[in-house]
């Protein structure tokens, strides 16, 4: 199994920032790299929405079907992808921060079940903290944006 942990600190309230990560679609707007998000369950936020999230992997697209398993407003919201031989576990947490914003961390366990994955994962770590910053800056970025 691999972690990889990103936390930064936002200036916004901690709704704002909830609403960025769990809210698929909001989600899909802040990231860039995201390029299409279909449901695949009726429901679109909270347990038991699924959809499929298309991104721009370097040059190419690359699909995952992810499923929230875990959600609790303004606190944390879990998704869970099956793909490539892994279980891609990941967790967005957001916090107040003492004085005023909201600290926002992400954890994403990757799980490894078949052979290939569990040789090739360590070699793409590098690549996948990488989209992981990318992603958490959109949405500083996104949230910090004055209003207007």
């Excluded at 899909?28 to 992997?57: A, N």
């Excluded at 879990?78 to 891609?88: E, K, N, P």
């Excluded at 490894?112 to 970025?141: C, H, Q, T, W």
């Amino acid at each position: 199994m691999t972690t990889t942990t990103v936390s930064l600190h936002v200036d916004a309230p901690v709704e704002a920032v909830f609403d960025a990560v769990a809210h698929i679609q909001n989600f899909r707007e802040i990231v860039p790299d995201i390029i299409k998000v279909e449901f695949l369950s009726e429901q679109q936020t909270g347990v038991g929405t699924r959809f499929r999230e298309t991104r721009m992997m370097g040059k190419r697209e690359a699909a995952t079907e992810l499923e929230v398993t875990e959600y609790r407003p303004h606190e944390r919201v879990r998704m869970v992808a099956d793909a490539g031989g892994t279980i891609w576990d990941t967790v967005f947490t957001t916090v107040a921060a003492p004085g005023s914003g909201t600290d926002l961390t992400l954890v994403m366990e990757a799980r490894a079940y078949k052979l290939a994955a569990r040789m090739f994962n360590p070699l793409i770590k590098g690549m996948v903290r990488k989209a992981i910053e990318k992603d958490m800056s959109a949405v500083k970025a996104h949230c910090e944006r004055p209003a207007g």
